[in-house]
């Protein structure tokens, strides 16, 4: 059974930074590709970011890139987040998803490619 739980959610300033953690409670951690997702009050949940399993091909949603990197720790089953210049647009739920996958560098974008879910992290970016 998989169970991911965010942290680090908050409210910061605009311009400000933020970073969120995704702990796996999963004992083959390095078997799974990992993502980031959010959702907005009223809007539907959209992708952020994506890590493969092996860590080394990285994906980002238009609005984040450049912004926004997603990292991965094998040693602490723990997935990464690190937001800078965040923006009052950038306030959401944010969740991480897992996916078992036997692709070391896929990255996984999609809401269905996913089955397990964290309960989210509120982050609220105010003007």
């Known amino acids: 059974q998989v169970q991911l739980v965010e942290s680090g959610g908050g409210l910061v300033q605009e311009g400000g930074s933020l970073r969120l953690s995704c702990a796996a409670s999963?004992?083959?951690?390095?078997?799974?590709?990992m993502s980031w997702f959010r959702q907005a009050p009223g809007k539907e949940r959209e992708f952020v970011a994506a890590?493969?399993?092996?860590?080394?091909?990285?994906d980002y949603g238009d609005s984040v890139k450049g912004r926004f990197t997603v990292s991965r720790d094998k040693a602490k089953n723990t997935v990464y987040l690190q937001m800078n210049d965040l923006k009052p647009e950038d306030t959401a739920v944010y969740y991480c998803?897992?996916?078992?996958?036997?692709?070391?560098?896929?990255?996984?974008?999609?809401?269905?490619?996913?089955?397990?879910w964290g309960q989210g992290t509120q982050v609220t970016v105010s003007s």
């Open positions: 998803a897992a996916v078992r996958t036997f692709s070391n560098d896929n990255t996984y974008t999609r809401l269905a490619d996913f089955s397990s």
């Open positions: 999963i004992r083959t951690f390095s078997a799974y590709g």
């Open positions: 890590i493969s399993r092996s860590g080394v091909s990285k």
